[in-house]
Every structure is written in C-alpha cells, then in structure tokens.
C-alpha cells in the first residue's frame, strides 16, 4: 500500500475522539497510534471527565491534541462533546485502551464518497497476547451488535443527517447508533485488513444483563414490536449466564469452543 507522506494536508481532515476518565498508562498507546497514523492530516480530541490520576497533565504535554477536561453525564454525553468540538469531515472513535492499524485513517479516508459508515476488523488482546479476531458483518445488525465500535468512522454528514448519541442509553448506545443509521439508509463499507486492535484486559461486564437490555430497547426503537427482539433477549441472558457458570467452574475450554463454533460472526483464535 503506497503511504501519504506525512507533509501532504491536501486530503479531507479526519478527527479521531478518544473519551478517558483515569485510563492509565493505556492512554499512551491509543495517542501514539493516532500520530502514528499513515495518513497526516488527523486531529486528535480527547475528552476527559475529569481525571485525578495524571491524566490532564500527560495531555497538556502532547504537541498538537485538542482536549478538554470538565464533568459530563456518561459516555454518551462525551462522545456527543467530541462530536461537537470535531472539523473533520470523517470521524473515527477510539477508545482510551484500544490503538489503531498504522494505516487505518488512510483506508477509512479512501472510502469518503461510496460509504458512510467504514468499519472492519479488530484484533482482541488479552495482555501481550491475540486473543482472537473478530470480523464483523454489519448484515446482521438488526440482530445484534456485530461490528467492533473502535473500527468505526462515520462522516460528518451522517452525524447530521442522522444525529449523535443517545444519551438516555448508558451500555449500548454505539449499538444504538451503527443501528439508526443501518435502518436509515446509510451506506456501510466493510475493510477486509484489521482497522483497530481492543484490550480485554480491566473489562468489566459486571452491567452485563444491563447491556442486553439496552440492545434489546434500542431493536424496539428500531424495529418495531417484532416478536424476535424478546426471543433473542432471553437467549443473550441465558447463554451469559450459562458462560459464567462454566468458567466459574473452570471449563474455559467449553466456552471457548462455542464463541468459535456458534457466534453469528467469525472469530479467529489467536
């Protein structure tokens, strides 16, 4: 793949926004991967909730970010912050411990005009070490969220057209958004390479049942009263439940076998 030099602004500003609340030395990564990237002409938002552990002086240091440090009222509420503050015609989301592919804002950017929504897949790590990679099939959306969010960039029109984040959502609100524009009549393009690598490490799914929840009213919103929506919920709580059950006991393996075999979408084991 031939590389844009670094001195070339002529093509479209993308704007990447990364939300932090106390992230850690992980913050470094997810910054070094967006002035990493190929492409030159990035700006870089972050949003912060107002972080106590070093954070604000660490971003006051970095050449070139944009940033802002104040309360917000979730997750929701930040990104529609950085959404606000954006001037890029292409926005991308990236997560405070997730890192982008060295080349991903430049395929994201070559695809401006035949898509509105670009995304493609992701690489899960657990510490040092590939867990799996997930492919995404925005297909199969109405059904469930089965596009990795950090791989996402929407453009700005989408956002206008479409609107932001629902801020009434506290787990699923990407979901909630890929899905809005899904039944919009965005146009949704799918990257074969990875786009973004994600750290399973210091997640919490202790909200899970919560999470499903929301994916379920978000169906609602979207789709009707279709008598699938309350069928899958029940599925989603049960098949968690049981997983937790089985690694509560120590049969990882089982579990492990099933995310290959049965999941809706494809994922390699690293």
């Given at each position: 793949?031939?590389?844009?030099?670094?001195?070339?602004?002529?093509?479209?500003?993308?704007?990447?926004?990364?939300?932090?609340?106390?992230?850690?030395?992980?913050?470094?990564?997810?910054?070094?991967?967006?002035?990493?990237?190929?492409?030159?002409?990035?700006?870089?938002?972050?949003?912060?909730?107002?972080?106590?552990?070093?954070?604000?002086?660490?971003?006051?240091?970095?050449?070139?970010?944009?940033?802002?440090?104040?309360?917000?009222?979730?997750?929701?509420?930040?990104?529609?912050?950085?959404?606000?503050?954006?001037?890029?015609?292409?926005?991308g989301?990236?997560?405070?411990?997730?890192?982008?592919?060295?080349?991903?804002?430049?395929?994201?950017?070559?695809?401006?005009?035949?898509?509105?929504?670009?995304?493609?897949p992701?690489?899960?790590w657990?510490?040092?070490?590939?867990?799996?990679?997930?492919?995404?099939?925005?297909?199969?959306?109405?059904?469930?969220?089965?596009?990795?969010?950090?791989?996402?960039?929407?453009?700005?029109?989408?956002?206008?057209?479409?609107?932001?984040?629902?801020?009434?959502l506290?787990?699923?609100?990407?979901?909630?958004?890929?899905?809005?524009?899904?039944?919009?009549?965005?146009?949704?393009?799918?990257?074969?390479?990875?786009?973004?690598?994600?750290?399973?490490?210091?997640?919490?799914?202790?909200?899970?049942?919560?999470?499903?929840?929301?994916?379920?009213?978000?169906?609602?919103?979207?789709?009707?009263?279709?008598?699938?929506?309350?069928?899958?919920?029940?599925?989603?709580?049960?098949?968690s439940?049981?997983?937790?059950?089985?690694?509560?006991?120590?049969?990882?393996?089982?579990?492990?076998?099933?995310?290959?075999?049965?999941?809706?979408?494809?994922?390699?084991?690293?």
């Amino acid at each position: 793949m031939e590389r844009i030099k670094k001195t070339d602004t002529s093509g479209p500003l993308v704007s990447i926004i990364t939300v932090t609340l106390n992230p850690g030395a992980q913050l470094l990564r997810c910054l070094d991967s967006v002035t990493g990237q190929t492409y030159p002409n990035v700006e870089h938002i972050v949003v912060d909730g107002g972080s106590t552990d070093g954070t604000r002086e660490l971003l006051a240091k970095r050449e070139g970010l944009r940033w802002l440090s104040e309360p917000d009222k979730g997750i929701g509420d930040a990104f529609n912050k950085g959404i606000s503050m954006a001037k890029g015609q292409l926005l991308g989301i990236l997560n405070a411990d997730d890192f982008y592919e060295p080349d991903a804002v430049e395929r994201a950017v070559k695809r401006i005009g035949v898509a509105d929504v670009v995304h493609g897949p992701i690489r899960y790590w657990k510490g040092e070490r590939l867990d799996c990679l997930y492919h995404p099939n925005d297909a199969l959306l109405e059904r469930d969220m089965t596009i990795g969010h950090p791989s996402v960039f929407v453009t700005r029109q989408t956002y206008e057209q479409w609107g932001v984040f629902d801020t009434t959502l506290k787990y699923a609100m990407d979901y909630e958004l890929v899905l809005r524009f899904k039944r919009q009549g965005a146009r949704f393009a799918t990257e074969k390479l990875p786009m973004a690598n994600m750290s399973l490490d210091g997640m919490s799914d202790r909200n899970w049942y919560k999470g499903y929840w929301e994916v379920a009213r978000a169906q609602w919103m979207h789709l009707g009263n279709d008598p699938r929506i309350p069928l899958r919920l029940t599925k989603h709580l049960v098949r968690s439940a049981a997983r937790r059950i089985l690694e509560s006991v120590g049969l990882v393996g089982l579990v492990d076998f099933y995310r290959r075999r049965c999941a809706m979408v494809k994922k390699d084991r690293g």
